[in-house]
């Protein structure tokens, strides 16, 4: 054991390690070109978190803008500009490699008890990828000024005079990276399971993992496809979509969706696989059914690939294919449901701990069940036929995508924290923005909800009088939300510095991850670990003790 | 690849294998393993990304099947057909050179590389020349199109997806042959051995997809 967690163990203050990856190696250089999975996590996290800036940013001008009915801020077509780089920068670039680059990398290895993924050096060459698309992509558009939203939409996005060229390059290059990271995974899940872990003692969070990396390697091929087909289209005119030309617009959709679609999960799922770690260890309970939710994750990366059509409802599809695509897209939900009913049922009973990570657990719950329910509700054909393009479908898509995965997000950011700095942050600040955050996020789309219902479309610059009042409503609650970001940035910020030092494992949680001292050393664990339990075992009489490691060291 | 130049000469007449990477000391099998996962992954990637053009190939013939048939009769056969032997060939060699590398005759495993990096390089060149051809008919896809033998509508659609995909095809074959060329730079040095041979096999492996590629393309532009 290392001389941090036997002084902890023998009840002692917690002692920051003397070695660690943080340390190992100060230079510039041993940070930019390094191949331990740890550093190249905290890289894309400085970089997932000015993207995230940058996004929010975005969204606050948007919001400002939709404040009164007429012009506000900005002009019309600088409002287009604003909805295409929240949506480009959001997606692309924070949310689509968020949990898995950043905690996904971070955590991986070590909770299969590896020393790093099965290529560090592709690793490297991924981050790279993402940086140079990211580069390339915020560059395009505030430079090109795309105006197009972040689907590309042909026959617009091929005759807008507004450049293009830049942003598809860079979703292609980010594409190249997210397909870079999810082999990795899979390869590492592979090959480098230490032994004991067998298939079914893995964490749910590599089970999570798992099956986004069969999307990200699956789907985004054809996202890179597409985003050729329409950057040679504006470029030489070739009018693979110009039906004018003979080419068809749908094939688009069709193309783009079959990534688009599943790329949700690639955002979801490891959100999900959050979720299913921290629930565990803030109730203090064997995660329930362990096997479903691992199943369900697969089951959701498979059904997900074949529920595209029901963005296209409303483009000329034929009946039978619009219920084919309905039923498909509610299979979804019953996946999700298992896990909701799973989640719930690990909670009962269960000693809960109600600090920050747990407060996001709850924030999260609510926004997957409701946007999952309007989600059921917008696939059922004859009501999207009302809800298509509307702010209710904006609603439902901030609610699922950008609720649940902030919320699994910042679930995953706090309970890691102590483990990847060393140190705890101040639980009270944490609660407060917690509060901030899920109040700030209904409140901002709630009223979307009804706006669309209403028949308020998406995208449109100016709006009837009679909207006002549920747009300033909206605006305020991404207020509350902003506030509450700061909030965060300050203390996790002031966290890092001047934190208690955590110590192993500040939670008592049974995770693999917390049997290393916080933070890791460079080889992850400083004796080799052997895997006597299974994970999320709560159920010897230690549990609650912080200091009881569970696993045995040789 | 900074281990290369510590590396010893075995008496068997090749270097001996590079240490295995640390995070899978002490079980090179699941290195191994691992690194041809990785390359069955990367090629299942390149699969997805030209099943969307044969999707695209797919609805526009439907749409427009007259065009496709009239197009695909000014399609030069011969060429298109010494082209698939040419790459089916290579594909045998890259195949041998995989087997000689596994047995660490480098030198012989060199040559036929050679031999399939010219068979590569042949079929640019008769690519080029049908290329040279269709820019001299006019022949080209969308708003650059002025081929006045095709009547049926929808000529232009059948060239859009021609060139898209044998470019992205022709594209695939210069990084296949620069894989190529860096293993044989390999053989050279005598760097395989039976118990490490995974560059050439998974070069070559990627020589195999370049080629599976041009056996659908080639029926369904050239024959059907
Ligand atoms: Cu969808």
Redesign the interface.
């Known amino acids: 054991m290392s001389s941090s967690a036997s002084s902890a163990a023998a009840g002692g203050p917690a002692v920051f390690p003397e070695h660690h990856y943080l340390n190992n190696g100060t230079t510039v250089r041993s940070w930019l070109l390094t191949l331990d999975h740890k550093r190249i996590a905290l890289l894309y996290l400085s970089v997932v978190m000015v993207s995230f800036l940058l996004g929010g940013i975005f969204a606050m001008v948007i919001r400002l803008e939709l404040l009164t009915p007429g012009p506000t801020i900005i002009e019309a077509l600088t409002y287009n500009r604003m909805f295409t780089l929240h949506g480009v920068v959001m997606i692309f670039l924070f949310m689509i490699p968020a949990i898995p680059a950043v905690f996904g990398n971070f955590f991986l290895?070590i909770m299969i008890g590896?020393?790093?993924v099965?290529?560090?050096r592709w690793n490297l060459v991924s981050f790279y990828l993402y940086f140079a698309g990211a580069v390339l992509a915020l560059w395009g558009m505030l430079n090109g000024g795309t105006d197009t939203g972040w689907t590309f939409y042909t026959p617009y996005s091929t005759t807008t005079a507004q450049g293009v060229l830049p942003v598809l390059l860079g979703v292609f290059v980010i594409g190249f990276s997210s397909?870079l990271t999810g082999?990795?995974f899979?390869?590492?899940i592979?090959?480098?399971r230490a032994p004991g872990i067998t298939w079914f003692k893995l964490p749910l969070f590599i089970w999570a993992l798992y099956g986004t990396a069969i999307i990200q390697?699956?789907?985004?091929?054809?996202i890179?496809?597409?985003a050729?087909?329409v950057a040679?289209?504006s470029a030489?005119?070739?009018?693979?979509f110009?039906p004018a030309?003979?080419?068809?617009p749908v094939?688009f959709q069709?193309?783009f969706w079959?990534y688009s679609h599943p790329a949700v999960y690639i955002m979801v799922l490891p959100a999900m696989g959050v979720i299913s770690e921290t629930i565990s260890a803030y109730s203090r309970k064997n995660i329930f059914g362990y096997s479903m939710i691992a199943a369900s994750s697969l089951g959701i990366a498979f059904v997900g690939f074949f529920a595209w059509g029901h963005h296209l409802f409303t483009s000329g599809q034929s009946a039978f294919d619009a219920g084919a695509f309905a039923v498909i897209s509610m299979l979804v939900g019953v996946f999700t449901a298992i896990k909701v009913f799973n989640w719930v049922g690990t909670l009962y009973k269960g000693a809960i701990a109600f600090t920050a990570p747990y407060a996001y657990i709850c924030g999260f719950l609510f926004f997957l069940v409701f946007g999952g329910m309007t989600g059921i509700a917008l696939a059922t054909v004859s009501l999207d036929i009302h809800w298509q393009d509307t702010y209710f479908v904006v609603a439902h898509f901030h609610f699922i995508m950008v609720g649940a995965v902030i919320m699994g997000f910042l679930a995953g950011l706090h309970y890691w924290f102590p483990k990847m700095f060393g140190r705890t942050y101040h639980e009270g600040w944490a609660l407060v923005s917690a509060a901030l955050i899920v109040l700030g996020f209904n409140a901002t789309f709630i009223p979307q909800f009804l706006l669309g219902n209403a028949g308020m479309p998406r995208r449109y610059y100016e709006y009837p009088e009679r909207f006002q009042a549920l747009n300033v409503a909206s605006t305020a609650g991404s207020s509350l939300l902003a506030i509450g970001f700061i909030i965060i940035a300050i203390y996790l910020g002031f966290a890092l510095k001047y934190g208690p030092v955590a110590g192993p494992n500040p939670w008592g949680s049974r995770g693999y991850e917390w049997m290393t001292p916080s933070p890791p050393p460079t080889e992850n664990f400083d004796v080799t670990p052997t895997f006597a339990h299974p994970p999320h075992d709560y159920t010897e009489d230690a549990v609650g003790d912080p200091d009881f490691a569970h696993a045995r060291t040789t | 690849m900074e281990a290369t130049s510590a590396r010893v000469m075995t008496a068997e007449g090749y270097l001996a294998p590079p240490p295995t990477?640390?995070?899978?000391e002490g079980n090179p099998a699941?290195?191994k393993?691992?690194v041809r996962?990785?390359m069955w992954?990367?090629l299942?990637?390149?699969i997805?990304?030209f099943?969307?053009?044969f999707?695209?190939y797919a609805?526009?013939r439907t749409?427009?099947p007259e065009a496709f048939d009239q197009a695909a009769r000014h399609l030069s056969l011969f060429l298109g057909t010494t082209n698939t032997l040419l790459l089916l060939t290579s594909s045998l060699t890259v195949a041998l050179a995989h087997h000689n590398a596994e047995h660490g005759k480098n030198r012989n495993a060199f040559w036929l590389l050679l031999v399939s990096i010219a068979m590569g390089g042949g079929f640019l060149c008769i690519k080029a020349i049908e290329y040279t051809e269709k820019f001299r008919e006019g022949a080209l896809?969308?708003?650059?199109f002025a081929f006045s033998e095709i009547t049926a509508?929808?000529g232009?659609?059948f060239y859009?997806v021609y060139f898209?995909a044998t470019g992205?095809h022709a594209l695939h074959v210069i990084v296949g042959m620069s894989l190529l060329t860096w293993v044989a730079i390999r053989c050279w040095h005598k760097e395989f051995s039976p118990t490490h041979y995974a560059p050439v096999e998974n070069a070559g492996l990627y020589w195999h997809l370049v080629d599976l590629v041009w056996i659908f393309l080639y029926p369904l532009l050239y024959l059907v």
């Open positions: 290895p590896a020393k790093d099965a290529f560090p397909i082999l990795n899979i390869v590492t592979h090959t480098l390697v699956l789907a985004t091929p054809v890179g496809l597409v050729m087909l040679a289209e030489f005119g070739f009018g693979f110009d030309r003979g080419g068809d094939l069709h193309l079959f | 990477p640390h995070h899978y699941a290195h393993h691992a996962f990785g992954l990367f299942a990637t390149e997805l990304l099943a969307g053009l999707v695209g609805v526009f749409d427009f896809p969308g708003r650059f509508p929808g232009p659609m859009v898209f992205l």
